[in-house]
């Protein structure tokens, strides 16, 4: 069977809003938002959005409905063989009480690419931006206001057809689901132990590595628990062939600082083009640091840091922002980062200098931010 995976033309999709009514009251909400330690991915808002894509059908009956759970034939591709693609973003409240989101349009794209590499339909860039737009003019007052905080949304989208056989779905769905969030780790941006993986990895060449796809993060999954009980708060990957080469952490790119100005960062196919990662590394040009995106070995970074050379490393990701690492521990060496203050640190200054586009306290000079409340 010839499925097409191009976008459709796209012509604009008529919206249906369901209200919830069991949608929390301003004081439920509030109390909710306001209850110490948001943490990350721990309550949800009232609606989610739901568009339904079928072969002959194409992307139709877009949606607004409250949020539940989804009905699923137990023989629905996705649970037997994973066809699902993922993204993250957030929507983040200024001081004058307006909402916006960070290159949304990077993360469409994105969801495209990992669309094509699952060969699930790819969602229209419009289509993607409406979807986040409808769910932020029913739950906009969703969006936190306290330092920091973010509403994080989750758009996916999954193999809903009911069929055994291995072929890509002719019944998909795309939801967006929402989520206030704090920091994700629970330190905040204190620096955080990083777990090296000798045993497993994430992905390979001409795998799925680079798309947002939940198998990548079942893979990473018995290495966060290992690196759980040995006191790290993340996973860091090494390539599959020759496992020396930096990857990436469970859920982050990780980037490194030298003395002479330069950020170093892998270069690989079987990684997640991250949208923090390229915008860090703007502004880190912006301010005259040479950005090195290449192969780069595990011992570099040891030696690195024996030399003096390499002063910082952080991870970046949309999630965990930007946070320094203190060190990497493995079952046979670590690398203790050097001590700096915070004042010091470029990880912390490049942070503040992107939280500060993203909350409109600082020009937003590149163009980046897009609003969804209006
Ligand atoms: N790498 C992985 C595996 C991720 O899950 C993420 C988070 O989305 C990133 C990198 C960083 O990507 P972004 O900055 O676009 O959130
Ligand atoms: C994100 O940052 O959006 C991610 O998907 C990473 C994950 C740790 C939640």
């Known amino acids: 069977m010839a499925i097409n995976l191009l976008p459709m033309a796209t012509q604009s999709l008529l919206w ?11 004081e439920e909400r509030q109390e909710l938002l306001n209850s110490g330690e948001l943490g990350f991915g721990k309550i949800f808002t009232d609606h989610m959005v739901d568009i339904c894509w079928s072969e002959r059908g194409g992307w139709h009956r877009p949606r607004v409905q409250p949020y539940g759970p989804i009905a699923l034939d137990p023989a629905a591709a996705v649970l037997h063989y994973a066809q699902e693609v993922f993204e993250g973003l957030k929507a983040y409240r200024h001081a004058d009480g307006s909402i916006w989101t960070f290159r949304p ?8 690419r990992s669309a094509r590499r699952l060969a699930l339909p790819e969602l229209p860039t419009e289509y993607f931006l409406e979807s986040i737009k409808q769910l932020i003019a029913v739950d906009g007052a969703w969006v936190p206001t306290a330092p920091e905080t973010s509403l994080y949304l989750r758009p996916f989208m999954f193999a809903k ?16 689901i929402a989520s206030p969030a704090g920091a994700y780790f629970t330190g905040g941006v204190a620096p955080v132990s990083i777990w090296l993986s000798t045993t497993y990895t994430r992905a390979g060449h001409g795998g799925m590595g ?3 796809t939940g198998g990548n993060y079942a893979a990473s999954l018995v290495a966060q628990q290992e690196a759980y009980e040995n006191g790290c708060a993340q996973v860091l990957f090494l390539d599959a062939q020759e496992g020396k080469y930096l990857e990436e952490l469970g859920g982050m790119n990780v980037v490194l600082v030298t003395r002479d100005k330069r950020l170093i960062t892998p270069d690989s196919d079987s990684i997640l083009e991250g949208i923090t990662l390229d915008s860090v590394l703007r502004l880190a040009r912006d301010r005259g640091y040479t950005v090195e995106q290449r192969p780069v070995t595990i011992d570099e970074w040891r030696q690195g ?21 203190s060190e990497i521990k493995s079952a046979e060496f670590g690398i203790w980062m050097p001590e700096i203050d915070a004042s010091d640190r470029v990880a912390l200054s490049l942070r503040d200098e ?4 993203q909350y409109g306290r600082i020009e937003d000079r590149h163009g980046w931010l ?5």
């Open 105 to 112: 349009e990077q993360n469409a794209a994105r969801m495209q």
């Open 305 to 325: 840091v024996d030399s003096g050379d390499i002063i910082e490393a952080f991870a970046c990701g949309t999630a965990a922002v930007i946070t320094p690492i």
């Open 354 to 357: 992107l939280t500060g586009i």
């Open 16 to 26: 249906q809003v369901i209200r919830n009514d069991a949608a929390k009251t301003d």
């Open 370 to 374: 897009t609003r969804l409340d209006a």
């Open 210 to 212: 680079s798309a947002k």
């Open 161 to 176: 057809e009911a069929f055994l056989g291995v072929r890509p779905a002719a019944k998909v769905n795309y939801y967006v």
